[in-house]
């Protein structure tokens, strides 16, 4: 096990020391050899309502210092089996969205060029759509596994059609996800028309409003999921609004009424076993985080879908 990448200790290297970079891991430029590639895309020009997510990367790294490699609950030892480094920040145009969404594109373009799994610490949403583009020329089209409070489908915001709540309508127009195959857990909130979220679940997106769930182990939920989607390459995408804001109040577009964090913890790790070729973390937003809490938790939820990548281990 030694010869793979280890998180710095918190045993060897008091916590708040040492890289800033996802658990301690090491960075590295060069992927050859990465079974798993963290990465953080640091924007929030694609957001509507409250800024910051700009910041996410940083504070979801810096957070991520408190975890340890070993998962005593459901015994997945990840860096037992898996190459894990964290390659750093892509360069985005912070005074363009068009040109970011391009410039995220192309380095996935070139990271899935490695047989690699890139998982991604945003950011607002907008930032999902340029990553399925290239997650489906990789791959073809995905099983998507959406968490979100919102179903981000919007046509247009402001006459753009590129942002953060529209990403999902652009990937199925763009055929970039299998909508058969299309999860879409924790929606609510308020809304514009009774046919927000039904539109989407014409064209065969399957969604779990979070009043569905409430009250609910959702380890039935994450299986379910597990077992329709069978073998097919599937990303997970998980905004970090589908919580409740008591337990993630660090975010851009709070709904009340949302999931706790042991339903998304057990939603992850009922999903063990899909063929996982992507994921991303998106919209904390580390201004509205006075306690770094968001930051902690979305740190933690990262962990855990690392945890059930393909490939792991357990002890
Ligand atoms: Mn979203
Ligand atoms: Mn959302």
Redesign the pocket.
């Known amino acids: 096990m030694s010869e793979k990448n280890q998180p710095i200790s918190g045993n060897d290297l008091a916590r708040f020391s040492g890289p800033n970079t996802f658990m301690r891991l090491p960075s590295v430029n060069d992927l050859e050899g990465l079974d798993v590639a963290i990465l953080g895309v640091p924007m929030d020009i694609g957001t509507s309502w409250r800024s910051g997510t700009r910041f996410g990367p940083k504070e979801v790294r810096s957070e991520s210092a408190m975890l340890r490699p070993y998962n005593l609950q459901t015994g997945a030892a990840p860096f037992d089996s898996l190459q894990v480094a964290d390659i750093g920040d892509l360069a985005i145009n912070t005074f363009s969205l068009k040109d970011s969404l391009r410039i995220i594109a192309e380095s996935y373009d070139a990271i899935l060029k490695h047989d690699v799994i890139p998982m991604a610490i945003g950011g607002d949403?907008s930032i999902t759509l340029p990553i399925l583009r290239a997650i489906a020329k990789r791959h073809g089209p995905v099983a998507l596994v959406h968490i979100?409070?919102?179903a981000d489908v919007n046509d247009e915001m402001f006459g753009e059609r590129e942002t953060h709540g529209t990403v999902f309508r652009r990937a199925y127009e763009e055929k970039l996800i299998d909508p058969s195959k299309t999860y879409q857990i924790g929606l609510r909130g308020t809304g514009y028309s009774s046919e927000d979220f039904t539109e989407a679940a014409d064209w065969g997106f399957q969604q779990f409003p979070a009043h569905e769930l409430w009250h609910k182990s959702l380890a039935y939920l994450g299986a379910k999921i597990r077992r329709d989607i069978g073998d097919m390459p599937a990303y997970i995408t998980y905004?970090i609004?589908s919580l409740d804001p008591a337990y993630a109040p660090g975010t851009g577009?709070p709904e009340i009424g949302g999931l706790t964090t042991p339903q998304a913890m057990e939603l992850i790790r009922g999903l063990k076993g899909l063929n996982i070729v992507g994921c991303d973390l998106v919209?904390v937003s580390p201004p509205y985080d006075i306690t770094g809490n968001t930051a902690l938790t979305g740190a933690n939820l990262l962990y855990e879908l690392l945890c059930i990548l393909p490939g792991v281990t357990y002890r």
């Open positions: 949403h979100d409070a919102h905004d609004d577009t919209e």
